[in-house]
């Protein structure tokens, strides 16, 4: 902002103007912001845009269910992951216990669109990838829709994905954390959430400028590590976009490898 930066919260953008093939301006909620160059960094809701652009980037958003316990006296570990299970606490002493790479695949237009490069995947997950319900519908982020710049898009409509956590997954959750550690058996639950990871067929994001609309990177679909490699995928970014060389060889997350068959590269997560 010392730069002479601006910050708009609560602005959806519906959509992008492009002039000679690139892009020209970001059209939003708020009014059309002009510009040559943006990142679209639209989480579980970049499929769906991107589909409004004539882009197709296949990506499959996983329901994941997570639990929270109450504290407990006896000195635990701060943190324990595993395959079965992962334990972490907070430091208000509650644990946060989550079962990596497990959830509910909400059937929706896009799944069923992108089903035949996420079939390696689910086929390899099939312990830990069950069939959801209409959760995902109801949200409306996997839509294949097209929207209307002037009205409100369904993102607007939701603004937030909160999704209802699987109390068979907080079951299994909870059962696998105290199998692990026996002492969080007298813990309670304190709450229960979820969240969609917007997964790739590979399980790695795409970041990368869109051949279709020049000017505008695609840096999403960080399936379920975007904390993780935020840091590094945050400087490849900035480096697309002020076209300084990239800190790595940015080759391995570009976009437009989803046209590629995905039988035989599938994600090892
Ligand atoms: C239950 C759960 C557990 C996880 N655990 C881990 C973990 O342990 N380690 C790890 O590394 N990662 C974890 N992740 C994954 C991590 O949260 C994501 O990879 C990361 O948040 C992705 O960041 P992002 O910026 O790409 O997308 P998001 O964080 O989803 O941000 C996208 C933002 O864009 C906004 N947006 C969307 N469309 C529009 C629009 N049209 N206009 C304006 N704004 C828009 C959204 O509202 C949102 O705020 C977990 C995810 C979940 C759901």
């Not at 892009?23 to 002009?34: D, F, N, P, R």
């Not at 002037?150 to 059962?175: C, F, N, Q, S």
Request: net charge positive; glycine share 12%.
């Amino acid at each position: 902002m010392k730069l002479g930066g601006t910050v708009h919260q609560n602005c959806a953008a519906r959509g992008v103007e492009m002039e000679g093939g690139r892009l020209s301006g970001v059209v939003t909620e708020a009014g059309t912001i002009k510009t040559r160059t943006a990142v679209l960094a639209g989480g579980a809701w970049a499929s769906s845009f991107c589909n409004q652009l004539g882009v197709q980037f296949p990506v499959a958003t996983i329901r994941q269910s997570m639990v929270r316990l109450a504290p407990v006296e006896q000195q635990l570990p701060a943190a324990l992951t595993s395959p079965h299970v992962a334990i972490t606490r907070r430091p208000d002493g509650h644990y946060v216990l989550a079962i990596s790479g497990r959830g509910r695949a909400d059937p929706t237009a896009q799944m069923l669109r992108f089903a035949p490069q996420f079939l390696p995947m689910f086929a390899k997950r099939w312990r830990n990838v069950f069939p959801g319900g209409l959760e995902g519908m109801r949200w409306g982020h996997e839509t294949r829709a097209k929207w209307k710049l002037d009205a409100p898009t369904p993102m607007e409509r939701a603004r937030i994905l909160d999704p209802k956590p699987d109390p068979a997954g907080v079951r299994e959750t909870h059962r696998r954390a105290v199998d692990l550690l026996p002492a969080l058996r007298e813990a309670r639950i304190a709450n229960t959430w979820a969240g969609y990871i917007d997964s790739t067929p590979d399980g790695v994001p795409g970041i990368g400028e869109l051949p279709q609309v020049r000017g505008l990177i695609l840096a999403a679909g960080f399936s379920g590590h975007g904390f993780g490699i935020g840091p590094g995928a945050g400087h490849l970014i900035a480096d697309l976009v002020s076209g300084a060389k990239p800190i790595f060889d940015p080759a391995p997350f570009d976009p437009a490898r989803f046209k590629e068959s995905m039988w035989g590269k599938v994600a090892d997560f």
